[in-house]
């Protein structure tokens, strides 16, 4: 696991730990843990759609994962 992804996993689980755990972890909330709150509306829609389409649950290593994926695969397109 790069480090990149080790620390944004561990963003996750805290932000997880300071969560409430009834209504889960808020997608934009998710996203600014793994990437920042630089983020725009495109990379959002992308891990609406993304999380929508799993059909079972994602644990914080994959979300991470994903997130960071659909980040990369953007910069990669402009």
């Known amino acids: 696991m790069s480090s990149r992804l080790r620390e944004a996993v561990q ?5 997880a730990e300071d969560s409430d755990g009834n209504d889960g972890l808020a997608i934009t909330a998710m996203i600014e843990a793994v990437v920042g709150p630089g983020y725009d509306t495109e990379l959002l829609t ?4 993304a999380l929508k389409n799993s059909g079972e649950g994602m644990s ?7 997130i960071l994926a659909l980040e990369d695969w953007r910069i990669s397109q402009a």
């Open 46 to 49: 992308l891990v609406e759609m």
């Open 60 to 66: 914080l290593d994959q979300i991470a994962n994903g």
């Open 11 to 15: 963003r996750l689980e805290r932000l």
